[in-house]
Structures are given as structure tokens and as C-alpha cells.
């Protein structure tokens, strides 16, 4: 497998998008009494897994391996 730390960061940079994705299709509602409905879970979810796909992806861009010379 080649370059596993980049993949690995598209991965959970794809589990941030879903997550934004996620909370903007669930939307946000007041019910009838004032209680606030909404998926806030998602939120911070969404930008942990946007941290560490962005460390994760600089991760994987500086500890390549270097090219083998013959």
C-alpha cells in the first residue's frame, strides 16, 4: 500500500465533509415551547476529524521515504 498516512487523512477529511453535509441537512428548529433542536454533536466531530485529517495529510507529506538509487 503507498502512502498510507494520505489516505488515511482523506479519509477522515471525507468524515469532516459528511459530518458538515450531515448537520446542514438536519437542520436547526425551535419547537413550540423554546427547546432548540439540532445535531450539535456533529460540529465538533466534523472539525476533529478535519484536525487530524489535516495533521495526519502534512504528516504523510513530510515522512515519505526516500526514492531508492541504485
Known sequence: MK???I???LLLLTGAV???V????????????GTLREAFALIPIGY????????TGIAGLLWRKP????
Open 3 to 5: 502512502r498510507p498516512l
Open 48 to 55: 476533529l476529524l478535519g484536525g487530524a485529517g489535516i495533521g
Open 22 to 33: 450531515a448537520y446542514r441537512l438536519i437542520g436547526v428548529r425551535v419547537e413550540a415551547d
Open 7 to 9: 489516505r488515511v487523512a
Open 67 to 70: 526514492a531508492k538509487r541504485r
Open 18 to 20: 459528511v459530518c458538515a
